[in-house]
């Protein structure tokens, strides 16, 4: 009878875990950053395909999520921005030229048609999640439309505009529905604009894996920890090219293992940035599907509430590749699913293989054993001295008042420091760039 009794609990919890929901609304793959740009919406109506082909999708409540309003994203960023990405077009760009200079809008992150439909869009899908997470109506969310991690509160940045992550992590703490929120970041860029909102606050712990050095954005130095009440909250893992599926374990699984042990977070946005995959176009490490996909069946495996989100990922045959098969790992599927494609709309884009699962490339891995061990060991004893599942404090990121009505898109904002009016005046006739500027970019292939 025992023996019943314990078959019977883990078969309950087993089906409990599989309350899984996916947004998704077939607008988002219409939008184009423009030619040759390396970001592609276009990739999520691909991913979607295969998620319908696999029939993944019987296994999940899908969801057209509703539109949020410019409203709830001034929870996290400023009225003037806001405004300002609600007005901008390609047609009256040339009229706003100081503006676009003031928020990073024109270069890596371009005008284009329907750019805050866009944002709205991929927003959406994250603040739905987070929201039916907070109602206990599913276990695990997935919007791969999501995870634009760098944008910031008055500022676009490495092609994201809205910070859909920080607004789905407000929605998650909101009326401390969840007292604490864990997140994960696997994208091969540092999570800067996600860190640097909750850089203050202990009811947040931010954990990066990203390449360092000269690449993008070129933050997220092991010492950069928090601030204040944040301190120790903020864990960077800096890594160097090549990294490949068994090293990234080795060090994934011991830095969340034990950041969910002592933080004890109750739920968890998990960053699934695919260009930390082997080929992508801006990426420069060695990790396979599977590879990949171990980050999320070993969040998965800690059974609390899931917030999983795309992100990077330029090479177009790949991103959907991977995020389908991650579909299944939360769906636990992944067994099941064949490795030969099933037919889809987009077959000819994956050949000429037609299969699921792609060989690495024979790229060397620059991160020593005992570099990544030492790193590792660092993160650990920083990870051991902070308080145990600490307090909750109230923080706030936003407008305590938003302005966001009354103040219009004509008036005349004054840039902290003046820097671009500065140059645009010392140099009227040269192009104000983000590099004069300070601004890091991505060394993007334009073709």
Known sequence: ITSISITSSLFEIDVKMRRVSYFYDAEIGNYHYGQGHPMKPHRLRMTHNLVVNYGLYRRMEVFRPPRVSPATMTRFHSDDYINFLRVITPDNMQ?????????????????????????????????????????????AVINWAGGMHHAKKAEASGFCYVNDCVLAILELLKNNKHHRVLYIDIGIHHGDGVEEAFYTTNRVMTVSFHKHGDSFPGTGDILDTGHAEGKGYA?????????????????????????????????????????????????CFNLSIKGHADCVEFVKSFNLPTLILGGGGSTLRN????????????????????????????????????????????????????????????????????????????????????????????????DEGGTEEDMADTHPDARVTNLMLGHKEHPSEMY
């Not at 676009?100 to 944002?119: A, H, I, K, S, T």
């Not at 374990?249 to 995959?277: N, Y």
């Not at 099941?336 to 709309?345: H, V, Y």
């Not at 600490?390 to 008042?401: D, F, L, R, S």
């Open 95 to 139: 009229d706003y030229i100081r503006r676009l200079q003031r928020f990073n809008v024109g270069e890596d992150c371009p005008v284009f048609d329907g750019l805050f439909e866009f944002c709205q869009l991929y927003t959406s899908g994250s603040m739905g999640g987070a929201i039916r997470l907070n109602e206990d109506q599913a276990d």
């Open 235 to 283: 864990i960077n893992f800096p890594l160097n090219d090549g990294m490949d599926d068994d090293s990234y374990k080795s060090i994934f699984r011991p830095i969340i293992g034990k950041a969910v042990e002592v933080f004890a977070p109750d739920a968890v946005v998990l960053q699934c940035g695919a260009d930390s995959l082997s080929g992508d176009r801006l990426g």
């Open 319 to 414: 991103v959907p590749r991977c995020w389908a098969y991650e579909t299944a790992v939360v769906l636990g599927e992944e067994n099941t699913i064949k490795d030969e494609l099933p037919f889809n709309d987009y077959f000819e884009y994956f050949g000429p293989d037609l299969r699921l699962h792609l060989p690495v490339s024979n790229m060397e891995n620059l991160n020593s054993p005992q570099e990544l061990e030492q790193k590792k060991i660092q993160l650990l004893e920083g990870l051991r001295e902070i308080e145990p599942v600490p307090g909750t404090t109230q923080i706030q990121t936003g407008q305590v008042e938003s302005q966001l009505n009354p103040r219009g898109i004509n008036m005349e904002v004054v």
